[in-house]
């Protein structure tokens, strides 16, 4: 087995950083997890449970409180103006809306072009055949180089984005967000494209979603987020089969479907204020429907395996959590989710 691409220990990030001191408020606590080289792993949850925030940090746009951020073996939980420009090449950031990332009063050659220009010293000709190569691998055609943001559609703007990310020829892609404000058939393309660009490039992604009906189709591990913590960690089979943590279990369900019941909690949902600071016992406690007593406000659950590398952070056993749950989720027609991959 060789190392990972990137590995995350104990990772624990507030916004102002180190600086932040004790008093300030962590946003992630103590989550880790590693990313080989050629895999996608999908981190889920709702807005504000922390994964942008572990994205940013990975990017350098954050300073972590503690824990550390190993890539190639080497610790980057630096600010990303202190970091080498070959790492600063090695990881690039897809962010969720490119039209504030695509200067609308330049031309699509100048947004793919300036990484030719930083990075490897590309002008002229050479820069412009790069281009071409480039626009041709996100499926546009060389007529794009001369259009501007505002004359293309959605989804091509994403295109643009994700081209001019691989103009780096970057090892590790952070893709936040960026089907969710697509419709569905141009978020299949998108990810269609992406598992294309993976095989060819043996590029890691970690592709950050609320969707998790959107990253069955990408990923090979998932890590789910609530509240800056992790609650259940395994491949993308492991977190559509029970058991799966309650919170898991609620994003699954949060998905409309004809003929299937919604997912009703118990009056555990309306005996807390859900907006309150909960800072003891399992985050999701406020809302869980599977909440069992006291016991799940007053102590953090421990990991607690669910078969292989399939874990979970719940006060219910794994076998209990599975017979209580049921959910149309691995039906024979649907296309199986990625296999996972390996570090040899």
């Known amino acids: 087995m060789t190392a990972p691409l990137l590995e995350l220990q104990r990772l624990e990030c507030a916004y102002g ?3 932040a001191g ?32 572990i994205a940013r940090s990975i990017a350098g746009l954050l300073v972590p409180r503690s824990g550390q951020i190993l890539f190639e073996g080497h610790d980057i939980g630096m ?19 490119p039209d504030s990332s695509l200067n609308p009063h330049r031309r699509i050659a100048y947004a793919i072009g300036r990484p030719l220009e930083y990075f490897f010293g590309l002008s ?11 626009l041709d ?9 001369r259009r501007y943001p505002s004359q293309l559609s959605g989804g091509e703007r994403q295109r643009v984005a994700i081209a001019r990310a691989l103009a780096a020829e970057p090892k590790l892609m952070l893709c936040d967000e960026i089907v969710s404000a697509l419709d569905v058939s141009v978020q299949a393309a998108i990810l269609d494209l992406l598992r294309e660009l993976q095989e060819k490039r043996r590029m890691a992604f970690l592709f950050i979603a609320h969707d998790l009906a959107v ?31 309650p919170y898991t279990e609620m994003l699954l ?10 997912f009703v909690g118990t009056e555990a949902e309306t005996a807390v204020d859900p907006l309150a600071d909960h800072d003891a016992g399992c985050p999701f406690a406020p809302l869980c429907p599977r909440r069992i007593g006291t016991v799940c406000d007053e102590e953090l659950p421990a990991w607690s395996s669910a078969g292989g590398a399939h874990a979970l ?18 039906r024979p027609e649907e296309p199986p989710v990625r296999e996972e991959v390996t570090s040899a």
Request: glycine share 8%.
């Open 253 to 262: 369900h949060s998905v409309p479907e004809l003929g299937v019941e919604p």
């Open 137 to 145: 691998d996100v499926h546009l055609d060389l007529g794009y180089m």
């Open 215 to 245: 990253v069955r189709w990408l990923a090979h591990r998932v890590v789910v987020l609530y509240r800056g913590r992790m609650m259940e960690a395994g491949t993308a089979a492991d977190t559509f089969s029970p058991p799966v943590h």
């Open 22 to 53: 004790p008093a300030g408020r962590s946003v992630v606590h103590d989550v880790s997890f590693c990313l080989a080289a050629g895999e996608t792993l999908a981190l889920v949850g709702e807005s504000g449970s922390g994964k942008t925030t």
């Open 79 to 97: 600010a990303a103006e202190r970091r080498p420009r070959d790492l600063l090449r090695e990881i690039q950031f897809v962010f969720q809306n």
């Open 313 to 330: 952070r719940c006060h219910i056993p794994a076998a209990e959590l599975a017979e209580l749950q049921s959910f149309p989720w691995n």
């Open 17 to 19: 950083g180190r600086s």
């Open 124 to 134: 002229g000709k050479a820069r412009d055949r790069r281009i071409a190569e480039l």
